[in-house]
């Protein structure tokens, strides 16, 4: 065997070694975590009406996940972004809809459209 194949011998080894051991890295690692999303939030509002129009948009501000979407049970609304991560939304204009932002947990900003 010639010194320049004896090279690629290990060069190619040494490759086959590296990319096995980049593959088992990535299968080890936990998968991410998806982000938590309660399913469609409220549509097109429920006849029962929306809660959170007696108290205003500004009123979410502040408040836990949890509990924005416990005031806006019947309402229609989506999460327009969660920790500086927009997220999928569609283009129609809706006026009673409110997309709201989270940061931490916590409602930054509402939205309406």
């Known amino acids: ?3 320049s194949n004896r090279q690629l011998k290990r060069l190619t080894t ?3 070694v590296a990319l096995v ?3 088992a890295g990535c299968a080890s690692q936990p998968p991410a ?3 938590p999303n309660p399913g469609p939030q409220g ?3 429920t006849p029962e009406g ?3 129009d007696k108290l205003g948009d500004e009123a979410l501000i502040g408040k836990t996940e949890a509990e924005a979407a416990a005031l806006l049970k019947g309402c229609a609304w989506r999460f327009g972004s969660r920790d500086g991560q927009s997220l999928p939304a569609t283009m129609d204009y809706n006026p009673q809809r ?3 932002d989270v940061v931490g947990g ?3 900003a509402v939205r309406r459209g």
């Open 50 to 52: 929306c809660q959170a």
């Open 98 to 100: 409110r997309s709201i």
């Open 21 to 23: 051991a980049m593959v």
């Open 14 to 16: 040494a490759s086959a």
């Open 33 to 35: 975590e998806p982000i």
């Open 1 to 3: 065997m010639t010194r």
């Open 106 to 108: 916590k409602v930054t």
């Open 43 to 45: 549509g097109r509002g």
